[in-house]
């Protein structure tokens, strides 16, 4: 069954601005991986952040982690419409090359040049 | 980043036909492989969990003698539908771990078709 739960479940920006996305789970996890998916294309991983990290920054990426809340978001800062895609958030139990990635429903990013 | 590959991109057959899915990974070796499942708009269903050299682990709900699956080698796991149905018509995404900390690897899918 599905774990995270993002919202918005769709979300149009233009291009410059801030996109914030939020994810909810319910079980306790190892750690906490953003992916974005491209129409009708695989997944690329953007960032993974551990349960014992509260923020970590890649680029233009931000993620913060509440375990408390059991929450995390995504702000990708900057937008540009070549960010335009869905992103998934995805938990993860136990750690290991062998671990289940359990993904959210996902939010369509609509970034309008 | 490590590369996983699955062949075919695409493909369509007829009903009733089986179907053989894929899924390389090219500079890694991968004792585990995911296969997901994704309907349109739709987040990724996990499938199966494809052990190398042993038989697959299920998810609930995923028939495993529909869809078969062979993880023969540390670098290939095939999934095929069997008699396959419009229903089964789907995106399907295999992954592959590349390390202890749970990051994986995606192919880039395969659309199946069943007409």
């Known amino acids: 069954s599905q774990q995270g739960e993002e919202d918005p479940q769709a979300l149009s920006i233009q291009e410059g601005e801030n996109a914030t996305m939020n994810c909810s789970y319910k079980?306790?996890?190892?750690?906490l991986q953003w992916y974005r998916q491209n129409s009708g294309r695989g997944l690329v991983h953007l960032i993974l952040i551990r349960s014992n990290e509260r923020e970590k920054h890649s680029g233009r990426l931000r993620v913060t982690l509440d375990t408390s809340k059991k929450s995390s978001s995504l702000l990708i800062t900057a937008s540009r419409a070549a960010d335009t895609a869905s992103y998934f958030c995805?938990?993860?139990?136990?750690?290991?090359?062998?671990?289940?990635?359990?993904f959210g429903k996902g939010i369509t990013l609509s970034v309008r040049p | 980043g490590a590369v996983v590959s699955q062949h075919p991109s695409r493909v369509i057959c007829k009903s009733g036909t089986s179907v053989k899915i894929e899924c390389r990974s090219l500079?890694?070796?991968?004792?585990?492989m995911f296969w997901y499942r994704q309907f349109p708009k739709q987040s990724l269903m996990l499938m199966a969990t494809?052990?190398?050299?042993?038989?697959?682990?299920?998810e609930q709900g995923v028939e495993k003698d529909k869809f078969l699956i062979n993880h023969a080698s540390l670098t290939l796991s095939t999934l095929t539908v069997t008699s396959a149905h419009p229903e089964d018509s789907s995106f399907y995404i295999c992954?592959?771990?590349?390390?202890?900390?749970?990051?994986?690897?995606f192919g880039e899918g395969s659309r199946l078709t069943v007409l």
């Open positions: 992954s592959a771990g590349g390390g202890n900390t749970g990051e994986l690897f």
């Open positions: 079980t306790s996890i190892n750690n």
């Open positions: 494809s052990n190398e050299g042993s038989k697959a682990t299920y």
């Open positions: 995805a938990t993860v139990y136990a750690p290991g090359a062998n671990s289940k990635l359990t």
């Open positions: 500079d890694f070796q991968a004792t585990t």
